[in-house]
């Protein structure tokens, strides 16, 4: 089992920057990609960032590519996401997930263990 903690949403303005942090615990040898989706009202789970655990590939969604980028602390077992220059359609719960693979995988599928989520919202 590996256990996943997110922390770092709030409340902010168009433009402002926010840091999200994914803390993973338990057995976290078996942690290999590990990526950030999110979830706004009324519509489905998307694919945010992804940094895969060995090499440190990385995957963004062209939604937030040159705004976002995804962080990994490997000697600390925490991936973050630095979101800057924040819009109001990035509003959304936010949450941190690892597949057992090495792989960029963009599908919640290809993902074993959630997070419980943590919420963005950016006012206009």
């Known amino acids: 089992q590996v256990q996943l903690v997110e922390s770092g949403g709030g409340l902010v303005q168009a433009g402002d920057s926010l840091r999200l942090s994914c803390a993973a615990s338990?057995?976290?040898?078996?942690?290999?990609?590990m990526g950030w989706f999110r979830q706004a009202p009324g519509k489905e789970r998307e694919c945010v960032a992804v940094?895969?655990?060995?090499?440190?590939?990385?995957y963004y969604a062209d939604s937030v590519k040159g705004r976002f980028a995804i962080i990994r602390d490997s000697a600390k077992n925490t991936v973050y996401l630095q979101m800057n220059s924040l819009k109001p359609e990035d509003t959304a719960v936010y949450y941190c997930?690892?597949?057992?693979?090495?792989?960029?995988?963009?599908?919640?599928?290809?993902?074993?263990?959630w997070g419980q989520g943590t919420q963005v919202t950016v006012s206009s």
């Open positions: 940094v895969s655990w060995i090499g440190g590939s990385t």
């Open positions: 338990g057995r976290t040898f078996s942690v290999y990609t």
């Open positions: 997930a690892t597949g057992r693979t090495p792989w960029i995988k963009t599908g919640v599928a290809d993902y074993d263990y």
